[in-house]
C-alpha cells in the first residue's frame, strides 16, 4: 500500500469512526485538541493526521488506531479483544457511546481512588447517568473494573502504534516502546494503577478466570519481538530473546511500581532502565565504551 493510499484508507475511516460514535466533528477536534478546520482537512484526506491526532481520534470515538491505519502497522501483537474478527466494522467502535462513557468514567475513578472505594452510585452520578443505566451494560461493579481493564489495555496499544510506526532504528524503538508503557504522565499513571489493583486482585483470585494473563503475554511478545528484531539487526545482543523479554519487563515492572508509588522519581527511572538497555540489551558501542 503506497502511502497516498494509505492516508486516503485512514481519512475514510476516521469519517467512518465519526460517524459511528454519534458524536459531533466540532466533539472531536476539541477532544483531540485540534482546531475543527484541521481535522475537517484530515478527514478529506487533504492533510495527514499527526500520532497524536490518531490516538486523540481512537480515544474519543471507541476505534482502534491499527483500525483507522488500515490494520497494517507491525508495533505491536494484537490484543485478541481487538482484533478485527472481533469489532464492529460497521462502526469502527468496540462499544456503543453510553456503554463507554460508562467505561471511561468508572476507568477514571477506579485509577484515582481505588476499586474498593468507588460505589456504583459514584461512577453514575460522575457519568451523567442512572445507576439503572450501569447495571443495564454491566452485572456487577467487578465487570465493570474488567472492562477499565480493556481499556487500559486499549490505550496502550493505541500508543504504541500511534508513535512507534515510524521508528525504525531498533534501539530508538525499544526505548520508545518502555517509555510509552512506563507510568509517567497522567494517563499511563492511571493505566498503572488499574494494573496494579489488578495485580493484587488476581493474587488473591483465580488468575484463569481474568483477561490479564493473556493481554501481559501480548505485552510480553510485543517485547520479545522488538528485540528479535534489533538482534536481526546486530544492534542487540545475541541470546534467548524470551528471557530477555521476561529479564526486561520485570525490571520495568518493578521499577514502575517504585515511581508509582513515590519510592523512585522520574530521573531515577529512566537511568535505571538505560543502564540496564546498555549493559544487558544493546550490542556494545565502541564510542560509548572508550
Same mark, same amino acid.
Given at each position: 500500500m503506497t502511502d497516498s493510499t494509505r492516508a486516503e484508507l485512514t481519512a475514510q475511516r476516521a469519517r467512518q469512526a465519526l460517524r459511528g460514535s454519534g458524536l459531533s466533528q466540532? $466533539? !472531536?477536534? @476539541?477532544?483531540?485538541?485540534?482546531?475543527?478546520? %484541521? +481535522? #475537517? %482537512? &484530515? /478527514?478529506s484526506g487533504r492533510r495527514r493526521f499527526a500520532a497524536?491526532?490518531? /490516538?486523540?481520534l481512537a480515544t474519543a470515538t471507541g476505534a482502534t488506531v491499527r483500525w483507522l491505519l488500515g490494520d497494517e502497522s507491525e508495533v505491536s501483537v494484537t490484543p485478541a479483544n481487538l482484533r478485527p474478527e472481533s469489532r464492529q466494522r460497521a462502526?469502527? #467502535? /468496540?462499544? &456503543?457511546?453510553p456503554r463507554r462513557l460508562i467505561v471511561e468514567t468508572a476507568w477514571d +475513578?477506579?485509577?484515582?481512588?481505588?476499586?474498593?472505594? !468507588?460505589r456504583i452510585a459514584d461512577i453514575a452520578e460522575a457519568a451523567g447517568v442512572s445507576s439503572a443505566s450501569i447495571?443495564?451494560?454491566f452485572d456487577g461493579k467487578s465487570e465493570l473494573f474488567d472492562a477499565t481493564l480493556d481499556y487500559s489495555v486499549k490505550l496502550a496499544f493505541d500508543r504504541q502504534i500511534a508513535w512507534l510506526d515510524a521508528v525504525? #532504528? =531498533?534501539? &530508538?524503538?525499544? $526505548?520508545?516502546? /518502555?517509555?510509552?508503557?512506563s507510568p509517567i504522565g497522567r494517563t499511563t499513571r492511571s493505566e498503572w494503577s488499574i494494573w496494579l489493583q489488578t495485580w493484587s486482585r488476581l493474587a488473591l483470585e483465580d488468575p484463569h478466570a481474568s483477561d490479564y494473563p493473556a493481554n501481559y503475554d501480548r505485552w510480553s511478545q510485543t517485547v520479545r519481538s522488538t528485540i528479535e528484531a534489533g538482534q536481526a539487526e546486530g544492534a542487540f545482543r545475541r541470546g534467548d530473546s524470551g528471557a530477555m523479554a521476561d529479564e526486561l519487563t520485570s525490571l520495568l515492572d518493578g521499577l514502575g511500581v517504585k515511581v508509582l508509588t513515590g519510592i523512585m522519581d522520574a530521573a531515577t527511572f529512566r537511568r535505571r532502565l538505560s543502564n540496564y538497555l546498555k549493559r @544487558?540489551?544493546?550490542? =556494545?558501542n565502541p564510542d560509548e565504551e572508550s
Open positions: 466540532r $466533539q !472531536v477536534a @476539541a477532544n483531540i485538541g485540534i482546531d475543527e478546520t %484541521k +481535522l #475537517s %482537512k &484530515s /478527514l497524536e491526532e490518531l /490516538l486523540g462502526g469502527a #467502535s /468496540l462499544d &456503543s457511546s +475513578l477506579f485509577a484515582r481512588h481505588g476499586y474498593d472505594t !468507588v447495571h443495564y451494560h525504525r #532504528s =531498533p534501539r &530508538s524503538r525499544l $526505548q520508545r516502546l /518502555l517509555e510509552l508503557q @544487558a540489551i544493546f550490542t =556494545p
